[in-house]
């Protein structure tokens, strides 16, 4: 089980900045918050890297949403930067409170802190709230960004970044492995509407691998589906992180993410793993909280298998 270490709890603002989304209308169905992103889903093999001895120490530092700083094997990630301050942007039409402006909640800490000593951004997908105009303006145009296609390359290309990389399979950086994984951004009934699926488009997800460290897989905005399941059989991670606020649409049965329910699978097919929670508590769509997640877990008994941290929290591993 890993531990946790109380750190960073300052909340302090940053630059204001205002951006609306564009948004296609679903006729008779519901008004979406997303950017379009036309996606390919890419077929991939399994690359198990040799049992490792684990003895090296890593971490991941919660930040806010799905904004995540990961410290794995002497390589810092930044995956997901969401660096606005709290309500500069119109919650996201055609979803659940979306009269409420985002994010809901500040930085716990400076975006200074947050980008000092970063080598790597991950960006799972260009929707607004895994890399919005703050993230654009702060983050320094030549440092390494990764990508799920040609599209998003192009998008982020075109706001002044110099260092764009498509993660078409798998890529080695500073020894560390960094392999894309597939996603599902909704529920099999919203896909089968094409203009609700083209508008929802793909995120991916990542796993992390390294001589003597544990295997970290990053989920990313997907809904539970098979691929899930082959990706944990295949690499067998120590460590899953799940998006889990269960964000929902209106007018629509389930999430375009995870939730509580998930937290339980996830520990069901990998009992030996550690479940880290996060997309919670900061953007208006998000229908499930920490708390909610935190009750769940005990009334199921996996709470030892579980770790939600709040804002700006450590945990080591």
Request: net charge negative.
């Amino acid at each position: 089980m890993t531990g946790i270490t109380n750190q960073n709890k300052t909340s302090l603002k940053i630059r204001d900045r205002k951006r609306c989304f564009n948004f296609k209308t679903i006729i008779s169905i519901a008004i979406l918050p997303f950017l379009l992103s036309s996606t390919t889903v890419f077929a991939q093999e399994a690359k198990v890297l040799t049992e490792p001895s684990i003895t090296k120490s890593d971490q991941l530092q919660q930040i806010r949403n799905a904004t995540l700083k990961i410290t794995y094997a002497g390589t810092t990630f930044l995956i997901d930067p969401m660096l606005g301050k709290k309500g500069a942007y119109p919650g996201f039409e055609g979803t659940y409170r979306s009269e409420l402006r985002n994010p809901l909640v500040e930085l716990p800490m400076t975006v200074a802190e947050i980008l000092d000593g970063v080598d790597v951004i991950v960006v799972t997908h260009t929707h607004l709230d895994h890399w919005d105009d703050a993230a654009q303006d702060l983050i320094p145009k030549n440092l390494p960004i990764f990508v799920q296609n040609k599209n998003d390359e192009t998008t982020i290309e075109s706001q002044g970044f110099t260092n764009v990389e498509v993660l078409s399979d798998s890529v080695e950086i500073k020894g560390v492995t960094l392999t894309k994984t597939t996603g599902q951004h909704g529920t099999d009934e919203m896909y089968a509407i094409e203009e609700l699926a083209e508008s929802l488009g793909e995120a991916m997800g990542i796993v992390l691998q390294s001589a003597d460290h544990k295997t970290l897989y990053i989920v990313g905005d997907t809904t539970w589906y098979d691929e899930i399941d082959k990706v944990i059989t295949s690499y067998n991670p120590d460590i899953i992180v799940l998006n889990a606020g269960y964000a929902s649409l209106d007018n629509f049965e389930g999430s375009i993410i995870m939730g509580k329910e998930d937290l339980l699978r996830a520990v069901q097919i990998s009992p030996n793993a550690t479940i880290v929670a996060t997309h919670l508590d900061a953007i208006n769509h998000m229908a499930q909280t920490r708390n909610d997640l935190r009750a769940y877990a005990k009334e199921n008994s996996i709470e030892d298998h579980i770790e939600i941290p709040e804002d700006g929290e450590i945990i080591e591993f």
